[in-house]
């Protein structure tokens, strides 16, 4: 992957540089939906197992320190005792950081629906 040369330059503030909160976030079931508790919840529980995952169709494109990554996805997984296949179109976004390392900015996947 190409990334840019320079990152991370400051940007002119205008005013005073903002104060964070006393307590930067507050107890969990506060800012996490509950589909998502629930899902995390049932991956730690060990109740889906995942056995395999095949990637196709990936495409890298890079717009100087940023690249998005998009593709389909097909993950194996065992769950209720039950052996599945997950078809997913999925993307990630990925960013240079200023000390060059790379960070994962966001990612989102999305089922496909079965063929009919």
């Given at each position: ?29 506060s ?36 690249a ?37 900015v ?11």
């Open positions: 992957m190409k990334f840019c040369k320079k990152f991370g330059h400051r940007l002119a503030q205008s005013g005073p540089t903002p104060r964070p909160p006393a307590t930067r976030f507050g107890v969990p079931e800012y996490t939906p509950k589909h998502l508790a629930e899902k995390i919840l049932t991956m730690k529980s060990g109740r889906i197992k995942y056995r395999t995952m095949k990637r196709s169709d990936v495409t890298v494109r890079t717009y100087d320190c940023v998005v990554i998009s593709g389909i996805t097909e993950f194996g997984v065992t769950f209720g005792g039950q052996d599945r296949t997950v078809p997913l179109r999925f993307h990630s976004i990925w960013a240079k950081r200023p000390d060059g390392a790379i960070q994962f966001s990612g989102q996947a999305t089922g496909i629906p079965a063929k009919q």
